[in-house]
């Protein structure tokens, strides 16, 4: 029983800060791409 509660709350848990993550994770995603793009854009010139 305590287990299944920890369990929903859990859940609980991610379904509030999962959001948070992915938009994290999207922004350092969109960093890198950019300071790459930009390297290769300065290497070729």
Same mark, same amino acid.
């Given at each position: 029983?305590?287990?299944?509660?920890?369990?929903?709350?859990?859940?609980?848990?991610?379904?509030?800060? #999962?959001?948070?993550?992915? *938009?994290?994770?999207? @922004?350092?995603? =969109?960093?890198? #791409?950019?300071?790459?793009? *930009?390297?290769?854009? @300065?290497?070729? =010139?």
């Amino acid at each position: 029983m305590f287990c299944l509660k920890y369990q929903s709350e859990l859940i609980f848990t991610v379904k509030i800060h #999962f959001p948070k993550i992915r *938009f994290l994770i999207f @922004t350092l995603f =969109r960093e890198a #791409f950019l300071s790459a793009v *930009f390297i290769l854009d @300065t290497t070729i =010139r």
